[in-house]
C-alpha cells in the first residue's frame, strides 16, 4: 500500500498570502496520479486536482498542483476566506490512499 | 445537474449491520463508478471502495475486504453500501462519489452530503 504523508500538518495564513503544502508518497505514484481535495466540517470533500496538475470543473486557477514520481504540492495563490479548511491528497496509482491531511487556519 | 442524495443517520450497536444507499441523478450512471470514503470524528478520509454502475463489479480497500458490499441498482440509479460487523471505530460520516472512471477507482467528482453512522450500546 502505498502511504501518503502531508506537511506540515498545519498551517496558519492571513488572507492574501500564498499557502504551500507537500505530499510525499512512500513510493513512486504510477502515472502521477495524485488528486487533492479540500474538506470543511459538515461538507463532502471537495475536488480540485486530479492527475497532480489538472484543476476540477470550476476550480478558481489560484489552485495549482504540481510534482511527480513521489513528490507533489498544492499551491493556492492567494489566499480567500473560503479557503481555510482542511487539504487532503489522494494517489490512485495502486489502489486508493489519502494523505493525513493539512490544516489551514486563519 | 449532478446530484448524490444519501439515506439518513444511523444508529446500531456494536455487531450489527449497517446499509446506506447513495441516489444519482442528473447524469448517465453507468458511464461513472461510485466510491466510497468515510471520516470518523477528528480523523481524516479513509477509503472503504468503488463499484462499477455498468458491470456490478467492486474493488474493496484491504481493510474493509469482507465486511463492506456495494450493490448497484441501475433500474433506480441507486447504489447501497452495506457494512457487517460493526465495532465503534465504525462511527463515522459515510460519503459517496462519482467516480470519473468505470474500469478502476480513480476521484471523486461530485459527492453526496454524508450519513452518519454512530455505533453505539
Known amino acids: 500500500e502505498i502511504v501518503l504523508t502531508q506537511s506540515p500538518a498545519s498551517l496558519s495564513l492571513t488572507p492574501g498570502e500564498r499557502a504551500t503544502f507537500s505530499c510525499r508518497a512512500s513510493q513512486r505514484v504510477s502515472g502521477d496520479f495524485v488528486a487533492w481535495y479540500q474538506k470543511k466540517p459538515g461538507q463532502p470533500p471537495r475536488l480540485l486536482i486530479y492527475g497532480a496538475s489538472t484543476r476540477a470543473t470550476g476550480i478558481p486557477d489560484r489552485f495549482r498542483g504540481s510534482g511527480s514520481r513521489t513528490d507533489f504540492t498544492l499551491t493556492i495563490g492567494r489566499l480567500e476566506p473560503e479557503d481555510f479548511a482542511v487539504y487532503y491528497c489522494?494517489?490512485?496509482?495502486?489502489?486508493?490512499?489519502f494523505g493525513g491531511g493539512t490544516k489551514v487556519e486563519i | 445537474q449532478v446530484l448524490l442524495v444519501q439515506s439518513g443517520t444511523e444508529v446500531r450497536r456494536p455487531g450489527a449491520s449497517v446499509m446506506v444507499s447513495c441516489k444519482a441523478s442528473g447524469y448517465t450512471f453507468t458511464k461513472f463508478g461510485i466510491t466510497w470514503v468515510r471520516q470518523a470524528p477528528g480523523q481524516g478520509l479513509e477509503w472503504l471502495g468503488w463499484?462499477?454502475?455498468?458491470?456490478?463489479?467492486?474493488d474493496y480497500a484491504q481493510k474493509f475486504q469482507g465486511r463492506v458490499t456495494l450493490t448497484t441498482d441501475t433500474s433506480t440509479t441507486t447504489v447501497y453500501m452495506e457494512m457487517t460487523g460493526l465495532t465503534f471505530d465504525d462511527t463515522a460520516v459515510y460519503y459517496c462519489?462519482?467516480?470519473?472512471?468505470?474500469?478502476?477507482?480513480?476521484?471523486?467528482?461530485?459527492w453526496g452530503q454524508g450519513t452518519l453512522v454512530t455505533v453505539s450500546s
Open positions: 462519489g462519482r467516480d470519473l472512471d468505470t474500469i478502476v477507482p480513480t476521484v471523486g467528482d461530485y
Open positions: 489522494q494517489q490512485y496509482g495502486s489502489w486508493l490512499t
Open positions: 463499484i462499477n454502475n455498468n458491470n456490478g463489479n467492486a
